[in-house]
């Protein structure tokens, strides 16, 4: 079965600075998916990266990047120049390409972006 | 084009009644997905529907919780006899099949149970 860890609770960054949220998980699949989902306060999720487990390359998307290091099982998201509106909760979650491909998360990362 | 829609935005129940929530999927989506959110938890998967297939509820957590879909579209989750256990937020999401796609989720429906 997987599974997905987010061992930072709550984070803080001021506005402009870099931060990297954590997320290690556990699989014996060779193949799967790794996301990155942001929730603000209108509970509204939305995706915010995608990393496929046979691409090596990391995903990038402007300001949000991924380290994906496959063989340590971490899957970590960085946010550049951080602003106001990227205060939200975040969820790391992985995947397996199958019947399903129910989504399976971690327990979320409160991150405030301070001005 | 139009997101994902859920129904209620808010729910307060007394403690044993039965509620239905509902999810309108985005259009041509065959996937639906319905996810629970308990307080300081992260998602947890309850049920998929895909297009007539048999639906996959290893997820449900108790024979109280059930849901269905109408005509491939429309999905509705039932709890009955509720308890104050089932206070959260319920999830639905969408999305296209045959490859992991991005599931496009709805606002959700926050259920308090008293």
């Known amino acids: 079965a997987q599974t997905v860890t987010q061992s930072q609770p709550e984070m803080s960054v001021q506005e402009a600075e870099t931060v990297t949220l954590s997320c290690t998980y556990d699989t014996s699949e060779n193949n799967y998916y790794l996301f990155w989902y942001k929730q603000p306060p209108s509970r509204q999720m939305i995706l915010v990266i995608r990393?496929?487990?046979?691409?090596?390359q990391n995903a990038t998307e402007n300001r949000f990047s991924v380290n994906f290091q496959k063989a340590a099982k971490s899957f970590s998201l960085k946010i550049s120049d951080s602003q106001l509106g990227d205060t939200a909760m975040y969820f790391c979650a992985a995947a397996k390409p199958g019947a399903t491909n129910k989504l399976i998360f971690g327990t979320g990362t409160l991150l405030a972006v301070q001005p | 084009g139009a997101g994902v829609s859920q129904s209620p935005s808010n729910k307060v129940t007394e403690k044993g009644k039965d509620v239905e929530l509902r999810c309108d999927p985005i259009?041509?989506?065959?996937?639906l997905y319905w996810y629970r959110q308990s307080l300081g938890q992260g998602l947890e998967f309850l049920i998929y529907f895909q297009g007539n297939s048999a639906p996959d509820k290893s997820g449900l957590p108790s024979d109280r919780f059930s849901a269905e879909r109408t005509g491939g579209s429309v999905s509705t989750l039932t709890i009955q006899r509720t308890q104050q256990e089932d206070s959260a937020v319920y999830l639905c999401a969408s999305s296209l099949v045959g490859q992991v796609y991005e599931q496009y989720f709805g606002p959700g429906t926050r259920l308090t149970v008293t």
């Open positions: 259009s041509g989506h065959t996937a």
């Open positions: 990393q496929e487990a046979y691409k090596q």
